[in-house]
């Protein structure tokens, strides 16, 4: 899959990380700075997927447009992954993960999505906070193309002021009272023990092959 470096490139400065931790509006990503976000997504999207329960979700790969979400879902689902995004720079990884959880209860309670299709809303998420946290570069090529490497080296830790940290714990503070609580989706399932997904993995996502999510949130390749 080719996708043109500038647009996504357009993406990540609207939804920068620097400065004002703010989430940036919807309508601040254009259409097709958001289709570009879900292609590129759509690519790392793995073909199975593990559930903590040992529950195999096979996704085929033919059927894109039985996958994908529409464009309002993807946006709001890219806005999420940016405030994820912030609250793992700004060391918050409990934070992260009420936020993850919150964002995927919301997807949830809707009834509306397929297990594949609740796959790559997470994964959309998971893509949105690796690109802006630098786990993903985007390297032009040819002057118009892009290629995308895992960047793996041990980068200098982004800064994070004690003014930034408050503020991104406030907005998800803010966020999750605004989600579905738990009962309300373990309402759904008819199980009174529900227990929340596990949070986004951290690490680079795959293609191809199985993946599955520990409750700590890390990503384990089989």
Same mark, same amino acid.
């Given at each position: 899959m080719k996708i043109r470096a500038g647009v996504l490139l357009a993406g990540l400065a609207a939804l920068a990380l620097a400065g004002n931790v703010v989430p940036a509006r919807a309508q601040d990503l254009s259409d097709h700075a958001v289709k570009s976000f879900m292609e590129y997504a759509w690519s790392l999207t793995p073909q199975q997927f593990s559930k903590p329960d040992?529950?195999?979700?096979?996704? *085929? &790969?033919?059927?894109k447009d039985q996958v994908l979400v529409p464009l309002d879902v993807a946006r709001e689902i890219i806005k999420a992954g940016r405030l994820s995004a912030h609250a793992q720079i700004c060391d918050l990884r409990d934070d992260q993960i009420l936020n993850h959880r919150a964002m995927m209860r919301r997807e949830e309670v809707k009834?509306?999505?397929?297990p594949q299709q609740m796959v790559y809303i997470s994964q959309l998420h998971l893509t949105t906070v690796m690109l802006?946290?630098?786990?993903i570069r985007l390297v032009e090529k040819?002057? *118009? &193309?892009?290629v995308v490497v895992v960047d793996e080296k041990n980068e200098p830790a982004v800064t994070c002021t004690d003014e930034q940290r408050k503020k991104v714990k406030e907005l998800i503070t803010a966020y999750v009272a605004a989600s579905p609580p738990v009962s309300a989706v373990a309402k759904l399932y008819g199980n009174d023990k529900y227990k929340a997904p596990p949070a986004a993995a951290q690490g680079a996502p795959t293609a191809t092959g199985s993946t599955s999510v520990s409750d700590t949130g890390a990503e384990k390749k089989k």
């Open positions: 040992g529950t195999v979700i096979v996704i *085929d &790969k033919t059927k009834q509306k999505w397929t802006l946290t630098g786990r040819q002057g *118009d &193309k892009e």
